[in-house]
């Protein structure tokens, strides 16, 4: 298993890069959230998945940990391949999949193209338990400011040095009291109250 590639880009594309390392030109393929992350950049260190089937070896490729991980999820879904996957994570970011899947928000999937009604319920179906178990997370239904908040403080968080499992349950608990009406200061404060 390649877990990354790390090297120039000598192609890039909305759909696919290819990276050169040691002499070796990787054709992998992205969704439009890894695009929109590494378009200005030269070099990368890209994580990957490979695809094996029968007549050939599919290399995608992720800017961050935590798309590959829900990429890689949602493939565990019977009747989601990778390239409905690609399509999923072009349409929405992985948080907001985590958070359509935990808030049973069908129609959040239901606007990406080849998802239908039968499958986004069995995505949630899936991966929902999954997702809470995996994360420590409870659902909590949180609206589109509360999820940049929600980013914004938990990389704050976890580059201070915080266990990324803590500030999760620790943001959860506060934007639950204060739905909304938060600064990133504020919560960020509010934060490490209760990390402390």
């Not at 990778?82 to 359509?100: D, G, H, K, V, Y």
Request: charge should be positive; glycine fraction near 6%; avoid cysteine.
């Amino acid at each position: 298993m390649i877990s990354y590639i790390k090297g120039a880009i000598t192609y890039k594309s909305p759909t696919h890069i290819i990276v050169e390392a040691s002499n070796i030109g990787y054709h992998i393929n992205i969704s439009l959230h890894t695009y929109a992350q590494i378009e200005k950049l030269e070099t990368v260190k890209i994580f990957t998945h490979l695809n094996v089937k029968e007549d050939s070896h599919t290399l995608y490729g992720f800017a961050e940990e935590t798309e590959r991980s829900m990429f890689v999820l949602l493939l565990s879904v019977s009747g989601i391949g990778p390239n409905t996957a690609r399509i999923l994570l072009s349409s929405m970011t992985p948080q907001e999949t985590r958070t359509a899947i935990i808030s049973e928000n069908v129609p959040a999937f239901k606007k990406v193209k080849g998802v239908g009604p039968k499958t986004a319920k069995r995505i949630i179906l899936d991966l929902k338990d999954k997702i809470i178990k995996d994360s420590g997370e409870n659902p909590v239904i949180a609206s589109p400011q509360n999820n940049t908040l929600r980013d914004e403080a938990l990389s704050a968080l976890v580059a201070l040095g915080f266990t990324k499992i803590h500030v999760q349950k620790a943001l959860n608990k506060i934007l639950s009291a204060h739905p909304g009406d938060l600064t990133i200061e504020e919560l960020i404060k509010l934060s490490l109250k209760q990390l402390s």
